[in-house]
C-alpha cells in the first residue's frame, strides 16, 4: 500500500483571500497565488514516496455563490504548477437535510475515498491544514497531522502531531519523522 500527504488547498497551497480578518477561498484563477516554498516542498514529499492529494471543502459552489467551473479552472493551474496525484474536491455547502456530509471536512469522507481509489495506507499517511476542520478530518482518518498555524481567530477541537508555520516546515517534519 501507498502513503500520502492530504494537503488542504487554501491556506496550505495557495494564499487564502483575507476579509474581515477571517480566510476565504480565491474566487477567480487570478486570485489564485501558490504560496512560497510550496513547489519545493511538494518536490520533497514526492521524492521521500509519499502520493500528493488535495484535499479541499469548497461549500461556496454548493451555496451557489461561486462557479464550479471557477474551482475546477483553479484546480488545473494548480495541477500545472505542483506535482499532485489526485484532488479531493467536497462541494456540500453545508448540511444536507440537517445532517453533515460525509465528505465534507471535518468528516473523513474524501481521505477514506482517495485511500480505496489509490491504494494508501492511513495509518502511514499526514493531513496538513491550517483549520480544526483539517486536523479533524486526518484525525478521524487514522492519518498523522500537521497544523499550519497562520494565526486565525479559532480553536483547535483535536490536538495535531505536530505544528508548523507553511508546508515547507511541515515537509521537512514529515520526512524527518517518517520510516521508509
Not at 484535499?55 to 488545473?76: F, M, S, Y
Not at 471535518?106 to 489509490?118: F, I, V
Request: aromatic share 6%.
Amino acid at each position: 500500500m501507498k502513503k500520502a500527504v492530504f494537503l488542504d488547498r487554501d491556506g496550505v497551497i495557495n494564499r487564502p483571500i483575507i476579509r474581515d480578518g477571517k480566510p476565504f477561498p480565491p474566487t477567480s484563477v487570478e486570485e489564485f497565488e501558490i504560496l512560497p516554498g510550496v513547489p519545493e516542498a511538494c518536490a520533497k514529499l514526492k521524492a521521500a514516496g509519499f502520493l500528493l492529494v488535495v484535499a479541499t471543502n469548497q461549500p461556496d459552489v454548493g451555496r451557489g455563490t461561486l462557479a464550479r467551473e471557477t474551482v475546477e479552472a483553479i484546480h488545473a493551474k494548480m495541477c500545472a504548477a505542483l506535482p499532485l496525484d489526485h484532488i479531493e474536491v467536497c462541494y456540500d455547502g453545508g448540511s444536507a437535510h440537517g445532517q453533515p456530509s460525509e465528505f465534507r471536512k471535518p468528516a473523513p469522507g474524501m481521505l477514506l475515498r482517495a485511500a480505496r481509489e489509490l491504494g494508501i495506507n492511513l495509518a502511514q499517511s499526514w493531513m496538513v491544514g491550517d483549520r480544526w476542520r483539517d486536523i479533524d478530518c486526518g484525525a478521524a482518518a487514522g492519518c498523522r497531522t500537521v497544523f499550519i498555524d497562520l494565526g486565525h481567530d479559532e480553536t483547535l477541537r483535536a490536538t495535531p502531531d505536530y505544528r508548523a508555520k507553511n508546508l515547507g516546515e511541515a515537509a521537512d517534519i514529515i520526512t524527518a519523522t517518517t520510516r521508509p
